[in-house]
């Protein structure tokens, strides 16, 4: 199976892993046709912009994943 961070960047099992150990993978939320989406990212940096965009469509926010199943579904290609 792939696995791709919110930005496109395929990334292995090995390094979600790493991340997940490190406290580095964070779990992104955004608004998406009447629901929410949720990405996965590797870098550890935390943010919310809900209410400080022009569209809820540009709002994120972020979570870090209780599981490493959480990181790996987020993340899922």
């Not at 150990?21 to 940096?45: Q, Y």
Request: charged share 25%.
């Amino acid at each position: 199976m792939a696995y791709y961070t919110q930005d496109g960047n395929e990334v292995s099992l090995d390094q979600i892993r790493a991340a997940f150990a490190e406290g580095k993978a964070v779990l992104v939320h955004g608004n998406r046709d009447g629901r929410s989406s949720t990405a996965l990212m590797l870098d550890g940096k935390h943010r919310d912009t809900r209410g400080e965009c022009c569209s809820v469509w540009d709002e994120v926010w972020t979570e870090t994943p209780k599981t490493i199943h959480a990181a790996l579904y987020a993340a899922r290609g």
